[in-house]
């Protein structure tokens, strides 16, 4: 069974410029999250996804930070513009179902902002 | 919101010997405490998980433990070897609907280094 698949890997761009991360998760899943882990932290919650309904980005910065799940399967999360504070690792999970607890995460996104 | 605390952050420990690292948690309404396994350029992966209606959990060399009445939880691995060298979260989640639930908030991590 195919994990958790991000693209992607590794970013390098300016401030200012747009940047989107692509995730597609584990079939049949029907969560999705979107986390940022910030170097020697835990990842964070920016937005979880129930099929296609993005049901919590309480924790999105919405001036700058854009998602979405079109389909209730591959999601994208997209910054525009990035600033150098963004410089993180964007990771996606998915679950099988919201509540079960237990999640399954991608590789990561590393993005890094000039 | 919950806050995750996790303690220490770095453990050195020699091959063999045993790994403690503990957490405790704020919101008493949390009832799904995992923990994951991050190596060097991947994701978290999860390795053991525990449930708020069990005290202790055991898979092979890794254990939790949970105190509700404290709010806080372990995690134990014995018989250290230079493959479990890698950084480990704590993390906990409310699992029934309400405000803030299913969100997994997690510690900041623990970096392992088995010495062999």
């Known amino acids: 069974e195919a994990g958790v698949v991000q693209s992607p890997r590794y970013k390098i761009i300016e401030k200012k410029q747009p940047v989107a991360f692509w995730c597609n998760p584990i079939s049949g899943h029907n969560t999705l999250y979107w986390y940022l882990q910030n170097l020697g932290q835990g990842p964070e919650l920016l937005i979880r996804?129930?099929?296609?309904?993005?049901?919590?980005d309480s924790q999105l910065p919405k001036d700058r930070f854009s998602a979405e799940r079109l389909k209730g399967v591959d999601s994208t999360l997209k910054i525009q513009p990035a600033e150098l504070g963004d410089s993180a690792v964007y990771l996606c999970?998915?679950?099988?179902?919201?509540?079960?607890?237990?999640?399954?995460f991608g590789e990561g996104s590393r993005l890094t902002v000039l | 919101g919950e806050n995750v605390e996790q303690h220490p952050s770095t453990l050195s420990v020699q091959e063999g010997d045993s790994a403690v690292i503990k957490c405790t948690y704020s919101?008493?309404?949390?009832?799904?405490f995992p923990w994951y396994k991050q190596e060097l350029g991947k994701g978290p992966q999860l390795i053991i998980d525990i449930r708020s209606n069990v005290g202790e959990k055991k898979d092979q060399r890794i254990a939790v433990t949970l105190n509700k009445t404290a709010k806080h939880f372990s995690l134990h691995i014995t018989e250290t070897q230079p493959e479990d060298s890698a950084v480990y979260f704590c993390a906990a989640m409310t699992t029934y609907s309400g405000a803030g639930s299913y969100q997994l908030t997690f510690g900041k991590g623990t970096k392992l280094s088995v010495i062999p």
């Open positions: 919101d008493s309404a949390s009832n799904y």
């Open positions: 996804y129930e099929n296609e309904e993005a049901v919590d």
């Open positions: 999970a998915s679950s099988l179902l919201t509540g079960t607890g237990e999640l399954f």
